[in-house]
């Protein structure tokens, strides 16, 4: 396992403000929305932000009674109520940010040690903390951040009118994707054996691919709304049954309860829409080709239909301008896609048990428990 560093510690205290300003800005553009009279922008803003808020609440809690099982249940309970009331994420950050301090600034790991002395086990602690907080991170990004990202971009193709608050929250959006991502790998390469840190290249590499093809799409899908709102709305949902169905033939064994499983599969299936997701740790040459061709596809498809349907847009400088920014990063998204799986990405993904064909069995439940929670939640 490798060492929690000084700079982690430092990625982890602005991811904490990214957090608390991404919440700041939320409502405070969706104040700006009803103080103009656009109340279906503002509920639809908090919407966002409450369906993403309760998901991660229950994941969030339903992992603290995973790992305190057989423990006080008092503890359980005032962990109940913090996340009753929406703040269980801080909760994380604290003991986060205590792990962190300690394993970065006052504990000396040996590399020969076991998980169990005491400076490799604060190490242990530091890590697996931060990578339950990025795990939640990446929920909130797709349930929230990126359909927020895709309203505000929607909003001022439409009207045409811009004001500070809605750059704000576009600009948040995008360094809470950025931040979201980036330290999600950095908790992977941590939490998965014998991995190369991640270092500042493959990082901007993996932040490029990332924003670039999830850039080209929202760009696409809100082109596609300004034309028709119901085809749109019906396209997403089918990519989500698509992206639902694939996780059940995957056989997920995320979870220890069937139910929370399948929330879990439900997630999946909305994070597949705008970014691809690897739920089982395995080679997925074909299925990200297949995946990103279909966005190509589709994406190519929208501005033909423009050409033919509306051709009078096309002299338009907006849409001229929102075609080439659609094409270029979806292009230079799949280069460095390619770049960052060719260059950088680790050659496996995981132990052989958890990499197995088992699922849903008591043995699955063992080796989950062995290898940690992460190595069930790999995302490329």
């Known amino acids: 396992m490798m060492k929690f560093t000084k700079q982690n510690f430092i990625f982890l205290v602005g991811g904490i403000i990214i957090y608390v300003v991404d919440i700041g800005v939320d409502f405070w553009v969706a104040s700006k929305y009803f103080c103009q009279g656009q109340y279906r922008w503002g509920i639809l803003i908090l919407c966002f932000r409450g369906l993403s808020s309760l998901i991660t609440q229950v994941f969030s809690y339903e992992w603290f009674k995973n790992d305190w099982e057989g423990t006080d249940t008092g503890k359980l309970k005032w962990i109940f109520l913090v996340h009753l009331f929406q703040c269980g994420i801080f909760i994380r950050y604290w003991f986060a940010l205590k792990y962190g301090c300690q394993a970065a600034f006052k504990q000396k790991s040996s590399g020969d040690a076991s998980e169990t002395d005491p400076p490799n086990f604060i190490q242990k602690q530091a890590v697996d903390a931060v990578a339950d907080i990025n795990m939640l991170r990446v929920f909130k990004t797709f349930l929230e951040t990126t359909p927020q990202l895709f309203v505000q971009i929607y909003i001022l193709m439409e009207h045409g009118k811009n ?58 899908i809100s082109l596609m709304t300004l034309l028709n709102v119901r085809s749109s709305v019906i396209l997403l949902i089918f990519l989500w049954i698509c992206g639902f169905t694939w996780t059940l033939k995957q056989h997920t064994t995320f979870c220890k309860s069937k139910k929370m499983e399948y929330l879990y599969r439900t997630v999946v299936g909305i994070i597949l829409i705008f970014t691809f997701f690897n739920i089982k740790g395995r080679k997925t040459k074909v299925c990200i080709s297949i995946y990103y061709a279909t966005h190509t596809i589709i994406t190519l ?60 069995g008591q043995a699955g439940q063992k080796d989950r428990v062995e290898i940690g929670r992460f190595q069930n939640f790999i995302m490329q």
Not at 164 to 193: E, G, H, M, N
Not at 333 to 338: E, H, P, S
Request: charged share 15%.
């Open 301 to 360: 498809g929208i501005l033909f239909v423009y050409m033919f349907w509306q051709p009078s847009i096309i002299k338009e400088i907006h849409f001229t301008i929102v075609s080439i920014l659609t094409i270029l990063s979806l292009v230079l998204g799949i280069v460095f896609l390619v770049v960052y799986y060719r260059l950088f990405h680790p050659t496996a993904y995981c132990r052989p048990q958890a990499c197995s064909d088992e699922v849903d």
């Open 163 to 220: 004001n500070f608050c809605q750059y704000a929250a576009i600009i948040t959006s995008f360094c809470s994707i950025s931040f979201s991502t980036v330290d999600y790998q950095i908790s992977l390469r941590k939490s998965l054996p014998d991995k190369d840190e991640f270092r500042v290249l493959p990082k901007l590499v993996y932040v490029f691919y990332k924003l670039l093809t999830i850039t080209s799409w929202i760009l696409s």
